[in-house]
């Protein structure tokens, strides 16, 4: 159903076009905050599947549309969606002929009762998620259940053995039978019964990025001894917990989260991405050396949460109730939870649901978003009593505020050191906190410093949006968490850049440029390098300011990242020093009017050219401009 639809925005001619689509993918990355916000038409012509009417029914599955949807089928309408990162589906049996008009209007236009309304990202309108058309026997499993998959699979671990506790979601008559297999699929359990409990004895555990076993559940529905409907999912055993002095633990042992942060977006993609574009940032993040990840700031696509229960990421996975509270738009916070929560249960790799993000920023009815925050949470434990509740707040929510301590954990984002002056205020928040709550399990759930591939500066200061002053930001924010061994987890904002069409920071306005990759996913900035140093144990050795090439000083400083204990740098075929040092090197180097550095750590090298010259390149200081973030609109 993804090809050749017809495309209609106000004032533009009908296109046709493919879904994933989004009609933001360019003004909602080009700054001015002007994108288009409102109304799209989508038409397709189909025609009916293959179906028995008297014993089938047939649904239409989107897996995504921003933000809300009003669907019609030959000019009736069958069905509406508020929120746009969910699934959803919609009967169409009583409706659907031979030849079939498909119509969806979409609507990412203002309002005050769906989120995200308010945010530092852009909300790209549009069928941005496959459609598909399901066709189903009129005995089967739930397909209505906020776009559940129709069953649920509740593994704990007792001694050796896997107890696996499957529920199918079907009221009526027949038997369901339930069949465990493991990654080789051989069969280690079964049973029967719409909510049956088996054993997998000498249970392989779902262990992070060191072995993240997957099995797989099969639920078969037996009507008249005839099967009549068959779901299946994959999941993973596992423990967990979280200590508010010793921080976090997988089955049993310490798992210190080193984690980061991820949009949907790519650069004039928008969040309209394939699998290609999901598989190709999950590669990057596994070569950072990540084992957490923090999916903001709503529900991702259901093949990114696949792809990190095969890498073993620890997820935080959240509903965008995010920077201001409307009284309007609790129905949506709770519809969109019970979403996240129904389609994404059966995921091993996510840990915790986030119910909000920075809400107190621009909140003024405090005792409403107080209210509606209660309520996630008791929904949360109500729905998934496996898991803790967090929520991330802004700097300037003091620890004292009572929304901090609603969830069973909490992370801070904090941006000390980038916003405001002090790298230090880190340390002294963490142990402030830490003070007055020693039994409140915390994280930083945001920190980073923008960096522009393009700017560069030989002292690196913040706010001149250098790949330099972003490196040094994150040298010291590493050795800050390294004394803080209580915190539960630190999320780095972010892997990626992304748009955000407010913005106007760095030169190129319309993007955020916190990550440690570049939008288009071409450039791996320093930073990069430094978190791979720290979190990685293949050797490899990595020569910064490789796009600082042209410099105007007698003598430069090198910086080199590395895992491996010695680095020896050479100018020219020249060894200029051997140092010993724990993953950053820094080097004095006399410069030449040619200078070909080489790095050589163990068996790795890098090799990058400099260029000595008279006078500072000026392309390589940030133009003087308003700046304006996200807030001051």
Not at 6 to 11: A, I, V
Not at 67 to 92: C, W
Not at 293 to 298: D, G, K, M, W
Not at 372 to 393: K, Y
Request: proline share 4%.
């Amino acid at each position: 159903m993804n090809e050749n639809w017809n495309f209609k925005k106000p004032g533009s001619n009908e296109e046709i076009i493919d879904v994933p689509h989004t009609w933001n993918a360019f003004d909602g990355q080009d700054g001015g905050n002007d994108y288009f916000r409102g109304e799209c038409i989508y038409r397709k012509a189909f025609e009916a599947p293959e179906i028995d009417f008297n014993n089938e029914e047939v649904y239409i599955q989107f897996a995504g549309v921003n933000a809300s949807a009003k669907v019609f089928i030959n000019n009736t309408e069958v069905g509406h969606h508020n929120g746009g990162y969910s699934t959803f589906r919609i009967n169409i049996s009583r409706h659907i002929k031979k030849e079939n008009l498909l119509v969806v209007r979409v609507d990412n236009g203002v309002n005050d009762y769906v989120y995200p309304q308010m945010a530092d990202f852009t909300f790209y309108g549009g069928i941005y998620r496959d459609v598909d058309l399901i066709v189903v026997s009129k005995e089967h499993f739930d397909l209505d259940f906020y776009g559940g998959p129709g069953i649920k699979v509740t593994p704990s671990v007792e001694g050796g053995t896997g107890i696996v506790r499957v529920q199918t979601y079907y009221d009526g008559p027949g038997e369901v039978h339930v069949s465990i297999f493991d990654r080789d699929g051989k069969k280690v359990a079964e049973g029967t019964g719409k909510d049956s409990t088996l054993s997998i004895p000498n249970v392989r555990l779902w262990d992070g990025v060191k072995d993240p076993y997957l099995y797989k559940a099969m639920a078969v529905l037996m009507v008249s001894n005839n099967p009549t409907d068959t779901v299946e999912t994959r999941f993973g055993v596992r423990t967990f917990e979280i200590d508010p002095k010793k921080g976090f633990f997988l089955n049993g042992r310490p798992y210190p989260l080193r984690g980061v942060s991820r949009h949907q977006d790519w650069l004039g993609i928008g969040n309209a991405l394939k699998k290609e574009h999901h598989e190709k940032d999950m590669e990057i993040i596994k070569e950072v050396g990540a084992n957490a990840i923090r999916l903001a700031h709503y529900q991702h696509d259901q093949y990114f949460y696949d792809l990190c229960d095969e890498a073993g990421l620890i997820v935080w996975a959240e509903i965008p109730y995010i920077s201001s509270h409307m009284n309007n738009g609790m129905d949506n916070t709770i519809s969109q939870m019970k979403e996240l929560i129904a389609q994404n249960y059966n995921h091993p790799s996510i840990i915790t649901w986030g119910i909000s993000n920075e809400i107190t920023i621009c909140t003024k009815d405090k005792k409403s978003m107080y209210k509606n925050h209660m309520i996630l949470n008791d929904l949360c434990h109500e729905w998934d009593p496996t898991r803790p509740t967090t929520l991330a707040v802004y700097a300037v929510c003091s620890i004292f505020n009572p929304t901090v301590h609603i969830t069973d954990v909490v992370g801070y984002n904090f941006y000390l050191g980038w916003y405001v002056p002090g790298k230090w205020l880190n340390d002294a928040f963490l142990k402030l906190f830490h003070l007055f709550f020693p039994n409140r399990c915390l994280c930083y759930s945001e920190y980073g410093a923008e960096g522009m591939p393009n700017l560069h500066s030989k002292r690196g200061r913040r706010g001149d949006h250098s790949e330099e002053y972003q490196a040094k930001y994150h040298e010291y924010m590493l050795k800050c968490f390294k004394r803080y061994p209580y915190l539960w987890g630190t999320f780095l904002w972010n892997m990626f850049d992304f748009g955000s069409d407010a913005r106007d920071q760095g030169g190129v306005p319309g993007r955020n440029h916190k990550g440690l990759v570049t939008f288009d996913r071409k450039i791996k900035k320093d930073s990069f390098y430094l978190y791979k140093a720290w979190w990685t144990d293949d050797p490899f050795v990595y020569i910064c300011g490789r796009r600082y090439r042209y410099r105007n000083e007698k003598v430069t400083t090198v910086k080199v990242y590395s895992n491996q204990p010695v680095v020896e740098l050479y100018n020219n075929g020249v060894l200029v020093e051997t140092k010993k040092a724990d993953k950053v090197f820094v080097f004095k180097v006399p410069l030449e009017d040619e200078n070909n550095i080489l790095a050589v750590a163990g068996d790795s090298k890098d090799s990058i050219t400099i260029n000595k010259v008279q006078k500072f390149y000026k392309p390589y200081r940030l133009k003087k401009s308003k700046s304006k973030n996200w807030v001051n609109l």
